[in-house]
C-alpha cells in the first residue's frame, strides 16, 4: 500500500525589499513520504525568494516533467523553473529548454561542492542557469522550523535574508555556486 503525502500549510508574509515585493501568500504543500522536513522547508523558503502571485509549487518529488516550483504567465510559457537540492544534469538541461530562467537552490553541505564539480563543465554551458547554496546549518535550522500549520515571515533586504517562525529568526545568506 503507498502511502499518502502529509499536508502542510503555511501563511508566508514576504517583505522583500530588493524586488519591491510586499505580500501574503497561503500555500499549502504536499510533503511526500520520501521528502524530509529540510527539503520541504528549501521549497518554502525558494517560494519566499522569488514569491510571485503565479508563482506554484510543482506536484511533488516523484515527478520528473515538473520541478519543486515554477512560475509561468498567462499564455502557459514556463519563465522560472525553481529546483531544490542537487537535481541531474540531464534535468537541468531540459529545464533550460523548457524555461527562460533555471535556479537550483542546492543545500546539503559539502556534498553540493562535489555535486557542482560532477556536473559543471555540462551546467556551465547552461545560459539560464542559476545555482545558489544554502550552508548546511542554515538548511538544518529550517528544518526545524517545520509544523504542520506555520506562519513565517520573511524579508529579504540587500542580498541578505530574515527567515522567521515564532519566537524564532534565521539569518540567511546565500552563496552563488555559477554563475560566480
Known amino acids: ?5 502529509t499536508i502542510f500549510r503555511a501563511t508566508l508574509n ?3 525589499l530588493d524586488r519591491g ?5 497561503g500555500l ?5 513520504p520520501s521528502e524530509t522536513d529540510e527539503r520541504m522547508m528549501v521549497r518554502i523558503l525558494a517560494f519566499a525568494l522569488h514569491a510571485d502571485e503565479r508563482l506554484q509549487f510543482g506536484r511533488g518529488i516523484s515527478t520528473d516533467d515538473e520541478p519543486a516550483l515554477w512560475l509561468k504567465d498567462d ?6 523553473w525553481i529546483e531544490v537540492g542537487l537535481p541531474d544534469e540531464r534535468l537541468l538541461r531540459r529545464a533550460s529548454g523548457k524555461a527562460d530562467e533555471v535556479i537550483v537552490l542546492a543545500y546539503g553541505g559539502r556534498a553540493v561542492d562535489v555535486w557542482w564539480q560532477k556536473d559543471a563543465a555540462a ?11 544554502l550552508a548546511q546549518e542554515d538548511s538544518r535550522a529550517l528544518a526545524a522550523l517545520a509544523e504542520r500549520n506555520m506562519e513565517i515571515s520573511c524579508t529579504i533586504q540587500d542580498g541578505q535574508i530574515w527567515f522567521s517562525s515564532g519566537a524564532t529568526t534565521l539569518s540567511i545568506t546565500l552563496r552563488s555556486v555559477f554563475p560566480e
Open 1 to 5: 500500500m503507498a502511502l499518502k503525502s
Open 14 to 16: 514576504v517583505s522583500d
Open 21 to 25: 515585493h510586499f505580500a501574503e501568500h
Open 28 to 32: 499549502t504543500l504536499a510533503r511526500h
Open 75 to 80: 499564455s502557459g510559457r514556463i519563465l522560472r
Open 123 to 133: 551546467l556551465s554551458r547552461l545560459p539560464k542557469l542559476r545555482v545558489l547554496a
